[in-house]
């Protein structure tokens, strides 16, 4: 019952390779995007911090499908990436990391964002005054201050792409050993005659897997606070 196949532990490998490359990847995009929504103003900032966000109100099909529109072999970007740099993303493990990693997006901005609105402006200003650059500040100052939101919205979005299904069976499609994993394993195993074993093996997998990420992220922002006030005192 509770012993895991080859197969099995294939598609966990790749769901934690797929979730770890999409949260790389998508950090340093995710870390200027929340910084730009909580400290500058600009027009149309309304509409970009809505477009920010869409992913968390779509159906994620509909982003799957549009991926696929982009970046497919025959899409404007996707034929440009194929022929320039024999990159490809379209069926690959790879376009299951993006995919998860647009999913994943809004949640790690706005936790990232609200930690940042949550530091006092008057200290990157002091900073300012005194000759520090804005990304000096940043890195110095507002980074540092900012780890728990950091943190937590880099382990929400860890856990949301291991849960990522729809736009990736759109965009990827449900390919063994390549893009299958683990909502599209569990998927595959219900449809399947004696695979409820299976899809129930790696259904608890899933659910241990994003307990933990969320309790890691607790951990970490209580051991940033705490450091916090170490340094205050």
């Not at 998508?26 to 869409?54: C, E, I, M, N, Q």
């Not at 979005?157 to 299958?180: C, K, M």
Request: net charge positive; hydrophobic share 55%.
């Amino acid at each position: 019952m509770f012993a895991l196949s080859a197969d099995e532990w294939a598609v966990i490998g790749l769901s934690l390779k797929v979730a770890f490359w999409s949260v790389l990847c998508s950090l340093p995009l995710a870390l200027a995007t929340a910084w730009l929504l909580a400290r500058t103003r600009f027009y149309g900032k309304s509409l970009f911090d809505a477009l920010v966000h869409l992913p968390l109100v779509l159906p994620p099909v509909v982003i799957g499908y549009f991926l696929l529109l982009l970046l497919g072999r025959r899409g404007p970007l996707g034929a440009l990436l194929d022929e320039y740099f024999g990159i490809v993303f379209a069926f690959r493990w790879s376009g299951a990391a993006v995919a998860a990693a647009i999913m994943g997006f809004p949640l790690m901005v706005r936790a990232i964002r609200l930690s940042i609105e949550a530091i006092d402006s008057g200290l990157e200003d002091a900073a300012r005054t005194l000759g520090a650059t804005r990304l000096r500040v940043f890195f110095t100052i507002t980074l540092p201050l900012a780890l728990p939101g950091v943190f937590t919205g880099t382990l929400l979005s860890f856990a949301r792409s291991l849960g990522e299904f729809g736009a990736t069976i759109t965009f990827v499609s449900n390919i063994p050993g390549e893009t299958q994993t683990l909502p599209l394993a569990i998927y595959t195993l219900t449809q399947v005659p004696g695979g409820d074993a299976a899809a129930l093996r790696l259904s608890l997998i899933a659910i241990v897997l994003s307990v933990l990420a969320l309790m890691v992220s607790e951990w970490l922002v209580r051991r940033s606070q705490q450091r916090a006030r170490g340094r205050d005192a």
